[in-house]
């Protein structure tokens, strides 16, 4: 079996592993330790203010030298130490340096763990899936950093400190009244299996909204479980005009948008309503998920360097003088109110598994065109990937929620 360490040093030693052909970074230079005393002083000082908190882990932001990483490998409890770090290069310098010896990579029964990826939404939730509860957790820069190393961590510690538990006080049986749902999507008449996404709508949508990138409404089979509204209009190489025709078609209380290659689960869409009806008392105004890529088989998932778990806000309340910006990438603006997350709801991306190379190089080169030249996109033939069960959200069970911090609103 897997321990949460374990879990921390599989993945971090997969991602570490990968470099993109022709993307090599110069070699990091490790920062000097320092001096031996100051070193054993600030050990001592970040020991006690754990003891102190009572807590069962210690996610310490940032590696430094690694000499104060390793002093505290030593003189902590098993299991108790979690290193985040997001400069990949430095980790592996100080690999080669010898300076992470206590890191045991992928090999079972380590005692201390080290979280290693570029995103700070991959580190969050990595060690929320090891099982490190972030309200059981004392996270303390490491004192070792540069004011801009410390700066560089500062997403993850509001992450990690300024987050709180939202409970969803009832399942959707049990709702007295279901909130009135729109979902909704830009679609192509070329999109494969979109009987697999079709499919997956539940049968108490108050409507699914369809804009279609054609001249006419294709002649294609939509359910009839639910109002479907369709509407056609070419997509002009502009993704948030697009989104715009979507979103105001859209009569529902709330939005909840997918792409054709995107898939939510059974439990997924049980868990909607319920998100709705939590968002009331807390002014909550939208949600975000993980989105996670099958690649390159149904069994792994794409990691590393922001492919997971590629956090989206899809499910929004339907206000006025909300509007999608940015012809390619498309971002909501106009949200009002706080911001939340449902750490066990998950967006499955099925792009890498359904469509071919040159389906994907098209698709890449739309969003080009979209950009006008500002953004490009190549498709690289290889991609880190790791075990899905690694990065699985909880089992069955009322999916956890949290209330995000006002800077990612």
């Known amino acids: 079996m897997m321990l949460p360490h374990d879990l921390l040093n599989h993945y971090s030693a997969e991602v570490l592993a990968f470099g993109f052909k022709g993307a090599a970074a110069p070699a990091a230079i490790p920062p000097a330790p320092a001096d031996p ?12 203010a754990f003891e102190r908190s009572g807590r069962r882990h210690l996610a310490l932001l940032g590696l430094g030298s690694g000499a104060l990483a390793a002093a505290l490998a ?9 290193v985040c770090e997001q400069d990949l290069g430095l980790v592996r310098a100080l690999r080669e340096a010898g300076q992470l010896g206590w890191w045991r990579g992928s ?23 090891a099982g490190v509860v972030i309200q059981d957790a004392l996270v303390l820069p490491n004192p070792e950093l540069s004011p801009q190393a410390k700066a560089a961590h500062r997403p993850l ?39 697999g996404f079709f499919a997956q709508f539940p049968h108490w949508l108050d409507e699914l909204v369809l804009v279609w990138d054609a001249g006419t409404v294709p002649e294609i089979p939509v359910p009839d479980r639910f109002p479907v509204r369709q509407s056609a209009r070419p997509l002009g190489a502009d993704f948030s005009a697009q989104r715009g025709a979507m979103l105001s078609a859209c009569a529902g209380d709330w939005v909840l948008y997918l792409d054709a290659d995107e898939r939510l689960s059974a439990e997924g869409w049980t868990a909607i309503p319920a998100l709705c009806a939590a968002s009331a008392p807390h002014d909550v105004c939208a949600w975000h998920f993980p989105r996670l890529s099958p690649y390159p088989d149904a069994e792994h998932a794409l990691a590393g360097f922001g492919l997971w778990p590629d956090v989206q806000l899809r499910l ?14 498309e971002r909501l603006t106009g ?57 699985a959200a909880r089992g069955p069970g009322q999916p956890r929620c949290l209330l995000l911090p006002p800077e990612f609103a």
């Open 37 to 48: 005393v100051d070193l054993e002083r600030m050990a001592a000082r970040v020991v006690a």
């Open 74 to 82: 030593e003189a902590l409890p098993a299991g108790a130490l979690c």
């Open 107 to 129: 090999d079972a029964g380590a005692t201390a763990g080290l979280a290693a990826d570029t995103s700070p939404w991959a580190l969050f939730f990595l060690l929320d899936r």
């Open 157 to 195: 510690e509001l992450l990690l400190t300024r987050s709180r538990p939202l409970p969803l006080p009832l399942s959707m049986p049990e709702l007295p009244q279901r909130p009135g749902l729109s979902a909704a999507a830009i679609l192509s008449p070329a999109e494969p299996d979109l009987d």
């Open 316 to 329: 929004f309340r339907n206000a006025p003088g909300l509007r999608f910006v940015n012809p390619v990438h």
């Open 335 to 391: 949200l009002g109110g706080a911001q939340a997350l449902a750490l066990d709801v998950e967006i499955e991306h099925l792009s890498r598994l359904r469509k071919g190379d040159e389906a994907l190089r098209r698709k890449l080169a739309g969003f080009d065109e979209a950009g006008a030249g500002r953004v490009r996109h190549a498709l690289s033939a290889e991609y880190p990937s790791v075990s899905r069960s690694l990065l």
